[in-house]
């Protein structure tokens, strides 16, 4: 049985001339090798480049650290210049130099790059604050590391610096970390930066004490404490307290380490002292001294009962 209707056999797509040539130039061995022999001096071109820029950021890293540490520079803020922004700018140049060798167009990109740091900058401003604190705090000079601060209430040793945080070890070895721009917002006492550091300490004696013999007392018990200056001791009168004479023990330490430790001995060197001495040290308290009153009234109540004799 012959079909009135025969099929025709559906014919294989046939490739678009587009096509064609864009699957022979992926095959054709020829014209890599051409592009590829001229992409080579490119290429050299831009290695050359990034290898110049690293010998020369290599050869002019320990010069640029000198002339810092010569400006009176803190080392933490000549390490961080030299290391970190100094060799980013250093190798950002490269990497752009290489790109134009290479013949990549960096003007969109690095107009793309601009819009995104100003994003980025509105999207960061209490970092951005904290880093131009940092410069501040670099440039300025109000401690360095290893000094011994009060800041906030946290006193302690500086261990670190960088362009964000100010890092204090405590007394406690507790590491606290105190954003730049409250440091430079508050208000920050450095015991280290004048050598000797004065440590205050108030004491009260009585009323009914002597000034003189509590001094001669005080000082004497001094002597035995090794880290407090040898003849730097004295003891003045502050104050005439509500129930108390009010000295004022004022002994130096050659560091700022040994502040705490020196104030602790001494407030209980004196205090054995005192009482060895039998020189009161009181505490707070109010005296009431009460008199005897006769009002009119009294007086006139007792004139009536005598008048009206004994009762029934």
């Not at 020829?30 to 071109?45: A, F, H, Q, S």
């Not at 050869?59 to 980013?88: C, G, M, N």
């Not at 970092?127 to 000094?147: C, E, H, M, Q, T």
């Not at 001669?216 to 040898?230: H, N, T, W, Y």
Request: aromatic residues 8%; neutral net charge.
């Amino acid at each position: 049985m012959i079909p009135l209707f025969q099929q025709e056999a559906e014919a294989p797509p046939q490739a678009t001339p587009q096509r064609q040539s864009f699957v022979q130039t992926l095959l054709d061995l020829d014209t890599w090798t051409v592009k590829l022999v001229d992409w080579l001096p490119k290429l050299g071109n831009a290695l050359l480049v990034l290898a110049v820029f690293w010998i020369a950021y290599r050869v002019s890293r320990r010069p640029v650290a000198i002339f810092l540490r010569r400006a009176h520079l803190q080392e933490a803020l000549v390490k961080l210049l030299v290391d970190q922004i100094y060799r980013w700018i250093v190798f950002g140049f490269a990497i752009i130099m290489a790109a134009a060798q290479l013949g990549i167009d960096i003007t969109a990109a690095i107009a793309g790059v601009g819009v995104a740091g100003l994003a980025i900058g509105f999207a960061a401003q209490d970092s951005l604050a904290n880093v131009i604190a940092g410069l501040v705090i670099f440039w300025d000079k109000p401690f360095r590391v290893g000094d011994w601060i009060t800041s906030q209430d946290h006193h302690g040793k500086v261990a670190e610096i960088n362009m964000r945080t100010t890092r204090i070890r405590t007394r406690q070895n507790t590491y606290v970390i105190v954003p730049n721009k409250d440091i430079i917002n508050s208000v920050v006492i450095n015991h280290s930066l004048y050598g000797d550091v004065r440590v205050d300490i108030p004491i009260g004696i009585a009323y009914k004490e002597d000034v003189r013999a509590a001094r001669r007392v005080i000082l004497a018990a001094m002597g035995s404490i090794d880290l407090i200056e040898e003849g730097r001791s004295e003891v003045v009168m502050a104050s005439l307290g509500s129930s108390s004479i009010d000295l004022s023990l004022r002994v130096w330490v050659e560091d700022a380490v040994h502040e705490k430790r020196a104030r602790f001995q001494c407030l209980e060197a004196a205090k054995i002292a005192l009482d060895e001495a039998g020189i009161e040290i009181p505490y707070p308290h109010l005296q009431l001294f009460l008199e005897t009153l006769r009002p009119p009234a009294v007086d006139a109540l007792r004139e009536v009962l005598a008048a009206r004799g004994p009762s029934e």
